[in-house]
Protein backbone atom coordinates (compact mmCIF):
# COMPACT_ATOMS: atom_id res chain seq x y z
CA UNK A 1 0.00 0.00 0.00
CA UNK A 2 1.79 3.31 -0.99
CA UNK A 3 1.01 6.27 1.57
CA UNK A 4 1.95 9.96 1.75
CA UNK A 5 3.17 12.01 5.09
CA UNK A 6 3.07 15.44 4.50
CA UNK A 7 4.95 17.42 6.27
CA UNK A 8 3.50 20.89 7.03
CA UNK A 9 0.23 22.44 7.53
CA UNK A 10 -0.70 22.14 4.08
CA UNK A 11 -2.43 20.21 1.42
CA UNK A 12 -2.07 16.45 -0.12
CA UNK A 13 -5.02 14.54 -1.92
CA UNK A 14 -3.76 10.97 -3.15
CA UNK A 15 -5.18 10.04 -5.93
CA UNK A 16 -5.43 6.96 -8.48
CA UNK A 17 -6.47 8.78 -11.37
CA UNK A 18 -5.83 12.11 -12.52
CA UNK A 19 -8.65 15.06 -12.48
CA UNK A 20 -10.10 17.37 -10.62
CA UNK A 21 -8.08 18.50 -7.05
CA UNK A 22 -10.04 18.60 -4.18
CA UNK A 23 -7.97 19.82 -1.23
CA UNK A 24 -7.78 17.69 2.07
CA UNK A 25 -6.23 18.43 5.28
CA UNK A 26 -3.51 16.97 6.25
CA UNK A 27 -1.34 16.33 9.83
CA UNK A 28 1.43 18.25 10.89
CA UNK A 29 4.54 16.46 11.88
CA UNK A 30 8.04 18.83 10.92
CA UNK A 31 9.10 22.62 10.05
CA UNK A 32 10.37 23.87 7.01
CA UNK A 33 12.15 21.50 4.71
CA UNK A 34 15.80 21.75 3.47
CA UNK A 35 17.26 20.89 0.15
CA UNK A 36 18.35 17.23 0.14
CA UNK A 37 21.88 17.53 0.44
CA UNK A 38 24.20 16.41 -2.80
CA UNK A 39 21.66 14.90 -4.64
CA UNK A 40 21.24 17.74 -7.39
CA UNK A 41 23.41 15.41 -10.19
CA UNK A 42 20.99 12.54 -9.49
CA UNK A 43 17.68 13.40 -10.62
CA UNK A 44 16.98 15.24 -14.14
CA UNK A 45 15.08 18.23 -14.92
CA UNK A 46 12.97 19.22 -18.29
CA UNK A 47 11.66 22.85 -18.65
CA UNK A 48 13.59 26.08 -18.04
CA UNK A 49 14.70 26.73 -14.23
CA UNK A 50 16.98 28.59 -12.39
CA UNK A 51 19.49 27.67 -9.55
CA UNK A 52 19.04 29.90 -6.57
CA UNK A 53 21.37 30.62 -3.59
CA UNK A 54 19.21 28.19 -1.44
CA UNK A 55 20.14 25.17 -2.47
CA UNK A 56 16.85 25.05 -4.68
CA UNK A 57 15.49 25.15 -7.99
CA UNK A 58 13.24 28.21 -9.43
CA UNK A 59 10.68 27.67 -12.16
CA UNK A 60 7.38 29.24 -13.10
CA UNK A 61 6.60 28.15 -16.74
CA UNK A 62 3.80 25.20 -16.52
CA UNK A 63 4.42 21.66 -16.74
CA UNK A 64 8.11 21.39 -15.90
CA UNK A 65 9.11 18.41 -14.25
CA UNK A 66 11.41 16.37 -12.53
CA UNK A 67 12.50 12.56 -12.52
CA UNK A 68 15.07 10.42 -10.37
CA UNK A 69 15.34 6.67 -8.97
CA UNK A 70 15.89 5.46 -6.03
CA UNK A 71 15.73 2.09 -3.97
CA UNK A 72 13.89 1.56 -0.63
CA UNK A 73 10.45 1.64 0.62
CA UNK A 74 9.77 5.60 0.04
CA UNK A 75 10.80 8.61 -1.26
CA UNK A 76 10.81 12.39 0.01
CA UNK A 77 10.01 14.93 -2.61
CA UNK A 78 11.08 18.53 -1.27
CA UNK A 79 9.41 21.54 -2.07
CA UNK A 80 9.52 25.48 -1.40
CA UNK A 81 5.90 26.42 -3.16
CA UNK A 82 2.64 28.07 -2.30
CA UNK A 83 1.04 28.55 -5.47
CA UNK A 84 1.16 25.73 -7.37
CA UNK A 85 -0.63 21.79 -7.54
CA UNK A 86 1.93 19.34 -8.08
CA UNK A 87 1.41 15.47 -9.54
CA UNK A 88 4.05 12.67 -7.94
CA UNK A 89 4.29 9.71 -10.16
CA UNK A 90 6.07 6.64 -9.04
CA UNK A 91 6.71 3.84 -11.63
CA UNK A 92 4.44 5.47 -13.96
CA UNK A 93 1.24 5.86 -12.05
CA UNK A 94 0.48 9.08 -10.32
CA UNK A 95 0.23 8.70 -6.52
CA UNK A 96 -0.15 12.06 -5.25
CA UNK A 97 -1.24 15.39 -5.91
CA UNK A 98 0.05 17.89 -3.59
CA UNK A 99 -1.97 21.29 -3.64
CA UNK A 100 -0.15 24.64 -2.84
CA UNK A 101 2.55 22.35 -0.66
CA UNK A 102 4.64 25.21 0.81
CA UNK A 103 8.09 24.20 1.97
CA UNK A 104 8.05 20.88 2.68
CA UNK A 105 9.13 17.15 2.56
CA UNK A 106 6.38 15.21 1.34
CA UNK A 107 6.58 11.48 1.63
CA UNK A 108 5.61 8.72 -0.29
CA UNK A 109 6.08 5.32 1.18
CA UNK A 110 4.80 1.73 1.59
CA UNK A 111 5.66 0.62 -1.31
CA UNK A 112 8.20 -2.66 -2.30
CA UNK A 113 11.74 -2.96 -1.29
CA UNK A 114 13.43 -2.41 -4.85
CA UNK A 115 14.32 0.05 -7.32
CA UNK A 116 11.56 2.65 -8.47
CA UNK A 117 11.14 5.63 -10.59
CA UNK A 118 9.94 8.86 -9.36
CA UNK A 119 8.14 11.99 -11.16
CA UNK A 120 7.66 14.99 -9.87
CA UNK A 121 5.61 17.45 -12.44
CA UNK A 122 4.05 20.84 -12.15
CA UNK A 123 0.46 20.99 -12.97
CA UNK A 124 -0.18 24.40 -13.15
CA UNK A 125 0.82 28.22 -14.57
CA UNK A 126 2.42 30.48 -12.09
CA UNK A 127 3.59 33.66 -13.96
CA UNK A 128 3.92 35.57 -11.00
CA UNK A 129 5.00 33.02 -8.46
CA UNK A 130 7.91 30.79 -8.79
CA UNK A 131 8.15 27.63 -7.20
CA UNK A 132 11.15 25.48 -5.61
CA UNK A 133 12.05 21.90 -6.02
CA UNK A 134 15.31 21.18 -3.94
CA UNK A 135 15.51 17.30 -4.52
CA UNK A 136 14.36 13.55 -4.18
CA UNK A 137 15.27 11.97 -0.43
CA UNK A 138 15.07 8.57 0.47
CA UNK A 139 13.01 7.22 3.20
CA UNK A 140 15.55 5.09 6.22
CA UNK A 141 17.07 2.31 4.45
CA UNK A 142 17.17 3.29 0.71
CA UNK A 143 19.29 5.47 -1.51
CA UNK A 144 18.63 7.56 -4.34
CA UNK A 145 20.30 6.51 -7.61
CA UNK A 146 21.78 7.94 -10.60
CA UNK A 147 19.40 9.92 -12.49
CA UNK A 148 17.72 8.77 -15.35
CA UNK A 149 18.88 9.10 -19.37
CA UNK A 150 17.29 11.88 -20.83
CA UNK A 151 15.08 11.04 -23.99
CA UNK A 152 16.78 11.42 -27.46
CA UNK A 153 13.88 13.14 -28.91
CA UNK A 154 12.81 16.67 -27.45
CA UNK A 155 9.34 18.70 -28.57
CA UNK A 156 8.89 22.27 -27.65
CA UNK A 157 5.35 23.51 -27.61
CA UNK A 158 4.75 27.10 -27.35
CA UNK A 159 1.35 28.90 -26.92
CA UNK A 160 -1.30 30.13 -24.87
CA UNK A 161 -4.21 28.81 -22.29
CA UNK A 162 -4.99 25.93 -24.93
CA UNK A 163 -1.46 24.52 -24.72
CA UNK A 164 -0.87 24.92 -20.81
CA UNK A 165 -4.00 22.90 -20.39
CA UNK A 166 -6.00 25.81 -18.46
CA UNK A 167 -9.01 24.38 -16.78
CA UNK A 168 -8.96 21.19 -18.51
CA UNK A 169 -9.48 18.91 -15.85
CA UNK A 170 -12.95 20.91 -14.78
CA UNK A 171 -16.24 18.93 -16.44
CA UNK A 172 -18.00 22.57 -16.15
CA UNK A 173 -17.24 25.97 -17.53
CA UNK A 174 -17.82 28.07 -14.58
CA UNK A 175 -15.21 26.78 -12.14
CA UNK A 176 -15.36 29.54 -9.39
CA UNK A 177 -16.88 27.14 -6.99
CA UNK A 178 -15.73 24.20 -8.38
CA UNK A 179 -12.03 24.94 -6.93
CA UNK A 180 -10.96 27.90 -9.87
CA UNK A 181 -8.96 27.38 -12.44
CA UNK A 182 -5.76 26.15 -10.90
CA UNK A 183 -7.73 23.50 -9.27
CA UNK A 184 -8.69 22.34 -12.22
CA UNK A 185 -5.68 22.54 -14.44
CA UNK A 186 -3.05 19.92 -14.98
CA UNK A 187 -0.09 20.71 -17.98
CA UNK A 188 0.17 17.29 -17.74
CA UNK A 189 -2.47 16.18 -19.51
CA UNK A 190 -2.61 18.86 -21.74
CA UNK A 191 -2.53 17.61 -26.12
CA UNK A 192 1.38 18.62 -25.76
CA UNK A 193 2.35 16.42 -23.01
CA UNK A 194 0.02 13.44 -24.31
CA UNK A 195 1.86 14.07 -27.64
CA UNK A 196 5.08 13.75 -26.13
CA UNK A 197 4.51 10.79 -24.40
CA UNK A 198 2.89 9.02 -27.40
CA UNK A 199 6.68 9.68 -28.83
CA UNK A 200 8.45 8.73 -25.90
CA UNK A 201 9.81 12.17 -25.61
CA UNK A 202 10.82 14.82 -23.35
CA UNK A 203 8.96 18.19 -23.87
CA UNK A 204 8.83 21.71 -22.64
CA UNK A 205 5.61 23.78 -22.00
CA UNK A 206 5.99 27.24 -22.82
CA UNK A 207 2.55 28.58 -22.46
CA UNK A 208 1.07 31.59 -20.96
CA UNK A 209 -2.35 32.26 -20.88
CA UNK A 210 -3.73 35.11 -22.50
CA UNK A 211 -1.01 36.12 -24.49
CA UNK A 212 -0.88 36.19 -27.93
CA UNK A 213 1.80 37.27 -30.31
CA UNK A 214 1.06 40.89 -30.41
CA UNK A 215 -1.98 41.64 -28.96
CA UNK A 216 -3.16 39.53 -25.49
CA UNK A 217 -7.01 39.00 -24.72
CA UNK A 218 -9.63 41.53 -25.51
CA UNK A 219 -6.08 43.79 -25.56
CA UNK A 220 -5.11 43.64 -21.80
CA UNK A 221 -1.77 44.17 -20.63
CA UNK A 222 -0.97 46.74 -23.51
CA UNK A 223 2.82 46.88 -24.42
CA UNK A 224 3.16 43.48 -23.63
CA UNK A 225 2.67 40.15 -25.27
CA UNK A 226 3.82 36.46 -25.53
CA UNK A 227 7.50 37.52 -26.81
CA UNK A 228 8.19 39.79 -23.57
CA UNK A 229 8.29 36.40 -21.79
CA UNK A 230 9.20 33.61 -23.97
CA UNK A 231 13.00 34.24 -23.58
CA UNK A 232 12.67 34.32 -19.40
CA UNK A 233 13.36 31.00 -17.18
CA UNK A 234 11.61 32.95 -14.67
CA UNK A 235 8.38 34.57 -16.11
CA UNK A 236 7.77 37.12 -13.01
CA UNK A 237 11.79 38.64 -13.39
CA UNK A 238 11.80 41.40 -16.10
CA UNK A 239 14.47 40.87 -18.02
CA UNK A 240 15.43 37.24 -16.82
CA UNK A 241 17.17 35.47 -19.69
CA UNK A 242 17.14 30.99 -20.01
CA UNK A 243 20.69 30.24 -20.75
CA UNK A 244 19.47 27.00 -23.27
CA UNK A 245 22.15 24.01 -22.11
CA UNK A 246 23.29 22.44 -25.26
CA UNK A 247 21.13 19.16 -23.90
CA UNK A 248 18.26 20.74 -24.85
CA UNK A 249 17.45 20.40 -28.80
CA UNK A 250 14.45 20.31 -29.98
CA UNK A 251 13.71 18.15 -33.09
CA UNK A 252 9.69 19.63 -33.27
CA UNK A 253 9.08 23.04 -31.94
CA UNK A 254 4.88 23.68 -32.17
CA UNK A 255 3.32 27.02 -32.06
CA UNK A 256 -0.02 28.26 -30.94
CA UNK A 257 -0.22 31.62 -30.85
CA UNK A 258 -2.92 33.59 -32.67
CA UNK A 259 -6.31 33.07 -30.33
CA UNK A 260 -6.27 36.23 -28.60
CA UNK A 261 -4.84 37.61 -31.07
CA UNK A 262 -7.91 37.95 -32.98
CA UNK A 263 -10.61 36.00 -30.36
CA UNK A 264 -11.86 39.51 -29.39
CA UNK A 265 -12.70 42.36 -31.16
CA UNK A 266 -10.46 45.52 -31.21
CA UNK A 267 -11.18 47.71 -28.35
CA UNK A 268 -10.89 51.77 -28.38
CA UNK A 269 -7.54 52.65 -27.74
CA UNK A 270 -6.11 49.79 -29.26
CA UNK A 271 -2.36 49.94 -31.33
CA UNK A 272 -4.39 48.38 -34.34
CA UNK A 273 -7.46 50.49 -35.54
CA UNK A 274 -8.45 48.10 -38.16
CA UNK A 275 -8.45 44.36 -38.52
CA UNK A 276 -5.81 45.00 -41.22
CA UNK A 277 -3.86 46.57 -39.32
CA UNK A 278 -3.61 43.92 -36.77
CA UNK A 279 -3.36 41.63 -39.02
CA UNK A 280 -0.11 43.11 -40.95
CA UNK A 281 1.31 43.47 -37.32
CA UNK A 282 0.99 39.81 -36.14
CA UNK A 283 2.16 38.36 -39.48
CA UNK A 284 5.34 40.62 -38.90
CA UNK A 285 6.09 39.56 -35.41
CA UNK A 286 5.27 36.40 -36.43
CA UNK A 287 7.86 35.83 -39.02
CA UNK A 288 10.52 37.49 -36.83
CA UNK A 289 9.40 34.42 -33.52
CA UNK A 290 10.25 32.10 -36.60
CA UNK A 291 13.71 34.22 -37.01
CA UNK A 292 14.08 33.47 -33.37
CA UNK A 293 13.38 30.02 -33.54
CA UNK A 294 15.45 29.23 -36.58
CA UNK A 295 18.32 31.28 -34.82
CA UNK A 296 18.39 29.18 -31.55
CA UNK A 297 17.58 26.21 -32.87
CA UNK A 298 18.85 25.42 -36.35
CA UNK A 299 17.98 24.35 -39.48
CA UNK A 300 17.24 20.65 -38.54
CA UNK A 301 14.64 21.92 -36.26
CA UNK A 302 10.47 20.93 -37.81
CA UNK A 303 8.77 24.28 -36.46
CA UNK A 304 4.59 23.24 -36.46
CA UNK A 305 2.71 26.98 -37.41
CA UNK A 306 -0.89 25.60 -35.17
CA UNK A 307 -4.12 27.01 -35.68
CA UNK A 308 -7.50 26.69 -35.12
CA UNK A 309 -11.09 28.03 -35.41
CA UNK A 310 -11.44 29.83 -32.39
CA UNK A 311 -10.52 32.81 -33.52
CA UNK A 312 -11.43 35.37 -36.34
CA UNK A 313 -10.61 33.56 -39.80
CA UNK A 314 -7.98 35.93 -40.18
CA UNK A 315 -5.45 33.72 -37.81
CA UNK A 316 -5.78 30.66 -40.03
CA UNK A 317 -5.11 32.29 -43.18
CA UNK A 318 -2.92 34.19 -41.43
CA UNK A 319 -0.89 31.29 -40.13
CA UNK A 320 -0.95 29.49 -43.51
CA UNK A 321 0.32 32.80 -46.00
CA UNK A 322 3.30 32.73 -43.03
CA UNK A 323 4.10 28.89 -43.85
CA UNK A 324 4.05 29.69 -47.21
CA UNK A 325 5.98 32.34 -47.29
CA UNK A 326 8.70 30.80 -45.21
CA UNK A 327 8.95 27.34 -47.90
CA UNK A 328 9.10 29.76 -50.98
CA UNK A 329 11.94 31.28 -49.14
CA UNK A 330 13.70 27.64 -49.11
CA UNK A 331 12.67 26.90 -45.55
CA UNK A 332 10.92 23.51 -45.63
CA UNK A 333 10.70 22.43 -42.01
CA UNK A 334 8.07 24.59 -40.98
CA UNK A 335 4.65 23.47 -42.00
CA UNK A 336 1.02 24.68 -41.07
CA UNK A 337 -1.30 22.57 -38.66
CA UNK A 338 -5.18 23.22 -38.16
CA UNK A 339 -7.34 21.42 -35.49
CA UNK A 340 -10.53 22.02 -35.78
CA UNK A 341 -13.73 21.53 -33.33
CA UNK A 342 -14.74 18.35 -34.46
CA UNK A 343 -15.78 16.44 -31.37
CA UNK A 344 -14.31 18.61 -28.88
CA UNK A 345 -16.88 19.61 -25.92
CA UNK A 346 -15.04 22.63 -24.48
CA UNK A 347 -15.89 21.46 -20.52
CA UNK A 348 -13.10 22.99 -18.93
CA UNK A 349 -13.01 26.26 -16.95
CA UNK A 350 -14.37 29.35 -19.32
CA UNK A 351 -14.99 27.32 -22.34
CA UNK A 352 -11.86 25.62 -22.59
CA UNK A 353 -10.45 22.50 -23.95
CA UNK A 354 -11.55 19.59 -21.70
CA UNK A 355 -9.24 16.34 -20.84
CA UNK A 356 -11.33 14.77 -23.61
CA UNK A 357 -10.85 17.51 -25.86
CA UNK A 358 -6.60 17.95 -25.14
CA UNK A 359 -6.76 13.69 -25.97
CA UNK A 360 -8.59 14.46 -29.11
CA UNK A 361 -6.36 17.25 -30.40
CA UNK A 362 -3.17 14.94 -28.98
CA UNK A 363 -4.42 12.54 -31.64
CA UNK A 364 -4.93 14.97 -34.27
CA UNK A 365 -1.37 16.16 -33.53
CA UNK A 366 -0.17 12.64 -33.78
CA UNK A 367 -1.43 11.94 -36.78
CA UNK A 368 0.43 15.47 -38.64
CA UNK A 369 3.32 14.78 -36.69
CA UNK A 370 3.43 11.07 -38.19
CA UNK A 371 3.77 12.60 -41.60
CA UNK A 372 6.47 14.67 -41.18
CA UNK A 373 10.11 14.18 -42.31
CA UNK A 374 11.16 13.96 -39.13
CA UNK A 375 14.80 12.50 -38.36
CA UNK A 376 15.08 11.72 -35.20
Same mark, same amino acid.
Given at each position: ?73 ? /? ?18 ? *? ?17 ? *? ?11 ? $? ?11 ? $? ?39 ? /? ?16 ? #? ?56 ? #? ?9 ? $? ?8 ? #? ?33 ? *? ?50 ? #? ?11
Amino acid at each position: MRTSRHLSRRTLLTAATAGAVTAVASPSQASQASPASGTRARFRTVGRVKEAVDGFVRYTWPGIYFEGRFRGTG /VGIVLDDSDNDYDVQIDGTT *TATLVTPGRITSWIDGLAD *TEHRVRLVKRTES $PWAAGGFGGFVAA $PGGTILARPRARSRQIEFIGDSYTAGYGNASTVRDCSGNGG /VNRNSDADLAFGALTARS #LGADYQINAFSGRGMVRNYNGSSPGTDFRTYYDRALLNVDGDVWRKPDSWQPRVVVVG #LGINDFSTPLN $PGEPWTTQDE #LTAAYETAYHGFLDTLRARYGSRTFIVVSATHLAD *TAFADTARRIVRSRNRRGDHRIGYWYYDSAGLDYLGCDWHPSFHDHRLIADQ #LDNHLAALPLRW
